[in-house]
């Protein structure tokens, strides 16, 4: 088993910034990548930002240059520091530990509570 508890979401304006938390325990040995999806009202789940545990990264294009995935292996925990927040970024987000296998990233069934971003004025 594996649990994830994700924190920092909140309310901001368009803009501005927040920095997300995902700390992992369990089996998580099994696991070389964690990751960051967000779902939004009446949206489908995305894949927003992964990272593997050497380093390798991966964006959605829509937050390439804005947002930052980021992981301490020690801790186990993977944060995502978002700038330049923009309305459509409203979601609620979720961690994932993930593998990383031949240059792509699949999820596991593993999943945190989710935090609410809102971008609004």
């Known amino acids: 088993q594996v649990q994830l508890a994700e924190s920092g979401g909140g309310l901001v304006q368009p803009g501005g910034s927040l920095r997300l938390s995902c700390a992992a325990s369990g089996s998580i040995f099994v696991f070389n990548a964690m990751g960051w999806y967000r779902q939004a009202p009446g949206k489908e789940r995305e894949l927003v930002a992964a990272i593997t545990s050497g380093g390798i990264t991966n964006y959605i294009d829509s937050v390439k240059g804005r947002f930052t995935i980021s992981g301490d292996n020690a801790k186990n925990t993977v944060y995502l520091q978002m700038n330049s927040l923009q309305p459509e970024d409203t979601a609620v987000y979720y961690c994932?530990?993930?593998?990383?296998?031949?240059?792509?990233?699949?999820?596991?069934?593993?999943w945190g509570q989710g935090t609410q971003v809102t971008v609004s004025s």
């Open positions: 994932n530990v993930m593998s990383y296998y031949r240059g792509s990233f699949y999820p596991s069934g593993y």
